[in-house]
């Protein structure tokens, strides 16, 4: 006589087919975050180039004007909203005239945002501040000129931003920073040439 052995009914546990689609998922939801977190970079890298055209918009703007730039600007009645101070007219925005120029910027209605004229600068989209001055940048062998400065963005960033619109070299043509662009790092200053 042949014996049969019954199944055990509480039996626990999960096949294989069930384990296959809980990791597909885990895949799937893995995926989704990464490249979620992959377009969000991607919008913060082109928000920072798209700020810098604003500035030089409304700079240029500004000068068209005025036929000074802000900031630099030495006549009382420009911008005239007024409450600004006056920068020394010598066509170079230098020292703390770089304050000035968005408080000039803001008072000309060419850009959002109230500005102190002494101390406050607008952010970038990594957190930290952006200004225009008239430097030459430690990492450059051309003479001074105006450069929109980033502080602190990533060093991916930076090269991204070097790569598509100047030579990808972190010393040398009109976009520079003043290190190497090490992966996992920031730059402390990033230049972009006005």
Known sequence: MKRFLKPAKNQAGFTLIEIAIVMVIIGLLIGGVLKGQAMIQNAKVKRVVKQGDEIRAAVMTFYDRYSVYPGDENIA??????????GNGNGQIANNERFEVFNDL???GLISGTYNGTSDLPKHPFGDDIDLVWVNPPSASSPPAHYLRFYNLPAEVCLEIDTKYDDGVWNTGSISGNVAYNTGTNVGTFYNQF
């Open 77 to 86: 009645a420009i911008p005239p909203n007024g409450g600004d101070n006056e």
């Open 106 to 108: 803001g008072l000309a």
